[in-house]
C-alpha cells in the first residue's frame, strides 16, 4: 500500500465505517429518520431497501463510494496542500455532505425530502467525523510510507 490511490480508498473506507456507525446508531435510537444506506439504496433502487440483501448491499456500496471520496481528496490535497489537513478533511465532508443533499432537493428526490433538523445534524456529525477520520487516516499512512 504505497500509492495515493490506495492510501486514499483505504482512508475514505475508514472515515465510512465510522460514519456509518454513527448513524446506524442515530436511527436505531430513534434520532434519525434516514439511514445512509437508504440514500444509497434510493440511488440504486429508487426506493428505500425491501430486505436485509439490499440493504447490505445499499451500505457496501455507500462504503465504497466514500471510499472513491477519499481518493478524490488524497489528490485533491496534492494540489491544496495538507497545511491545516485535518481543517481541510472537515470541510471536505462537510461540503460533500451540503452537495448530496442539494443535489437531492434539485432533482426531488423522492423518499429523501422533506429531511427532518434531527436527521440533518445526524448526517452533518457523520459527515464531519467523516471528514476529520479521513484527513487523519490519510496522514497517517502518507507518513508511514512518506506519500
Same mark, same amino acid.
Given at each position: 500500500?504505497?500509492?495515493?490511490?490506495?492510501?486514499?480508498?483505504?482512508?475514505?473506507?475508514? $472515515?465510512?465505517?465510522?460514519?456509518?456507525?454513527?448513524?446506524?446508531?442515530?436511527?436505531?435510537?430513534?434520532?434519525?429518520?434516514?439511514?445512509?444506506?437508504?440514500?444509497?439504496?434510493?440511488?440504486?433502487? $429508487?426506493?428505500?431497501?425491501?430486505?436485509?440483501?439490499?440493504?447490505?448491499?445499499?451500505?457496501?456500496?455507500?462504503?465504497?463510494?466514500?471510499?472513491?471520496? $477519499?481518493?478524490?481528496?488524497?489528490?485533491?490535497?496534492?494540489?491544496?496542500?495538507?497545511?491545516?489537513?485535518?481543517?481541510?478533511?472537515?470541510?471536505?465532508?462537510?461540503?460533500?455532505?451540503?452537495?448530496?443533499?442539494?443535489?437531492?432537493?434539485?432533482?426531488?428526490?423522492?423518499?429523501?425530502?422533506?429531511?427532518?433538523?434531527?436527521?440533518?445534524?445526524?448526517?452533518?456529525? $457523520?459527515?464531519?467525523?467523516?471528514?476529520?477520520?479521513?484527513?487523519?487516516?490519510?496522514?497517517?499512512?502518507?507518513?508511514?510510507?512518506?506519500?
Amino acid at each position: 500500500m504505497n500509492d495515493r490511490l490506495t492510501i486514499g480508498f483505504f482512508a475514505g473506507l475508514t $472515515g465510512g465505517v465510522l460514519m456509518n456507525l454513527i448513524n446506524l446508531a442515530s436511527y436505531y435510537l430513534g434520532i434519525a429518520e434516514l439511514r445512509y444506506l437508504d440514500w444509497a439504496a434510493i440511488v440504486i433502487y $429508487g426506493t428505500r431497501p425491501v430486505n436485509l440483501a439490499e440493504a447490505v448491499f445499499a451500505l457496501v456500496s455507500q462504503i465504497v463510494f466514500v471510499g472513491m471520496l $477519499g481518493v478524490v481528496f488524497a489528490y485533491l490535497i496534492t494540489v491544496i496542500t495538507s497545511t491545516n489537513i485535518l481543517l481541510r478533511g472537515w470541510l471536505f465532508g462537510i461540503v460533500i455532505w451540503f452537495s448530496l443533499y442539494g443535489i437531492t432537493l434539485l432533482f426531488h428526490v423522492k423518499e429523501t425530502i422533506p429531511v427532518c433538523l434531527d436527521t440533518a445534524l445526524t448526517d452533518f456529525v $457523520g459527515a464531519s467525523v467523516y471528514g476529520l477520520i479521513l484527513a487523519l487516516t490519510l496522514g497517517w499512512l502518507g507518513e508511514r510510507v512518506r506519500l
